[in-house]
Structure formats: structure tokens, C-alpha cells
């Protein structure tokens, strides 16, 4: 699979040029549709034992291309390097847990630390080596003005924490942690409050008050 994804790669970065190339030079007006008559006419001219293989031959390169990436995209998720899953083996059966879900439950708990401004934790289980250690990646955006040396503790120790709380490991993962970035702490702005008015549109209107003096009246 190594193989055939370094074979893919290596294609698709000739397409890439190719289209690229083209593109430019068609954007140039340095090739026209007279051209690309031309380039098909040279293709479609390549003859094997008397018979024209031209058109053959690009219609089974197409084909190859096609079929091998999807085939590719098919496959890949079975013969990936790393494990979908994480087994863990009871006295009364077996528990199988995501990758993807221990994943998003340690980047809350790490990314809840009033310390972090965002925190993202990837987990890397090799499908061949299943009694390797678990391989933990945690990338970490930290305010500004707190200690590194402190953060990055306390996110290995919730890591571990959690953890054992979801699966149990025959072995201690390997934990890594990356300060990505270190930004500052932003200050809630509270809204100004508009001075009252004065005067009599400052004044509260309550209207007339009951009962009104006779006095008044008159």
C-alpha cells in the first residue's frame, strides 16, 4: 500500500504539471485549439504492427488512472499503518473503543484548562505492532503569561487520567506535547451605559395623579 500510494503520488504530481502548464501557456495564448488538434493527430498516429494504438493506449492510461485511485481511496482505510480502534481484553469479553472518539473526549478535558486558548489531541495506534505503546500527540495554544513548563504537565496528567478512565493499556503511552502557539488573553469588554438625559426629557414622566385638587380645577 506504501508503494502503490508513493506510485499515486508521483502521478498526480506529473497531472498536476501537465494541466498546470497548459493552463498557463492556453492563458498566454501561446497554444490554441489548432495545437491541441495537432498533439491528438501525433497520438492518435502511433502505430503498433501496422495498427493504430494511439487512441488505445490514452484510453488505458485514463482507465489505469481512474481505477487505481479508486481503488486506492477503497482500500486504504484496511491497510492503513494505524488502527481504527482501540481493543482492550476483560474477563468476560473484549471493549472496543474509536480512535476518533478517545481523540475528541481528550481534546475537551485538555482544551477545558483555563490556561489554553484551543487544544487539539491525536491518537496513533499501529495496526501491526499491537502491544506498541500508544503514540499521543497533543498540539496546544497557550495564553500569554502562563508557565509552559506547568501547562504541558498538567495536560500529560489529564491525558493519563482520562486514559484510564476510557481504556485500559498493557503499556504507558508515549505522550507528546506541542505548545503551537502563545497568544494573548483577551478582556471582555463591558457595554458603556448611557448617561441619562437632563431636563424634562430626563425627568420621568408619570402622569397625573388622582385624586386632582378642587383648588386646581377652579
Not at 490514452?58 to 480502534?85: E, M, N, Q, R
Request: charged share 25%; glycine share 6%.
Amino acid at each position: 500500500m506504501e508503494r502503490l500510494r508513493s506510485i499515486l503520488f508521483v502521478v498526480d504530481v506529473i497531472v498536476a504539471l501537465v494541466a498546470g502548464t497548459v493552463g498557463f501557456l492556453w492563458s498566454l495564448d501561446v497554444i490554441n485549439v489548432e495545437a491541441f488538434e495537432a498533439i491528438a493527430a501525433s497520438v492518435n498516429a502511433i502505430a503498433f504492427g501496422g495498427v493504430k494504438i494511439g487512441r488505445i493506449l490514452s484510453v488505458l492510461v485514463g482507465l489505469w488512472i481512474l481505477v487505481t485511485h479508486a481503488l486506492y481511496l477503497i482500500c486504504a482505510p484496511f491497510f492503513s499503518k494505524y488502527d481504527t480502534h482501540i481493543r482492550c481484553k476483560l474477563n468476560d469479553g473484549e471493549v472496543s473503543v474509536t480512535v476518533a472518539a478517545l481523540e475528541e473526549s481528550l481534546s475537551r478535558i485538555v482544551a477545558a484548562m483555563s490556561a489554553l486558548a484551543d487544544a487539539r489531541v491525536s491518537v496513533y495506534r499501529e495496526r501491526k505492532h499491537v502491544e506498541a505503546p500508544l503514540r499521543i500527540f497533543a498540539s496546544c495554544t497557550a495564553y500569554d503569561g502562563v508557565s509552559v513548563r506547568e501547562v504541558t504537565e498538567r495536560v500529560r496528567e489529564l491525558i493519563k487520567m482520562r486514559l484510564g478512565e476510557v481504556v485500559e493499556l498493557p503499556h504507558a503511552p508515549l505522550i507528546e506535547i506541542c505548545v503551537s502557539r502563545i497568544v494573548a488573553r483577551e478582556l471582555r469588554k463591558e457595554p458603556k451605559k448611557k448617561p441619562a438625559k437632563e431636563g424634562a426629557l430626563g425627568a420621568e414622566f408619570r402622569g397625573p395623579e388622582y385624586p386632582i385638587d378642587a383648588e386646581q380645577e377652579e
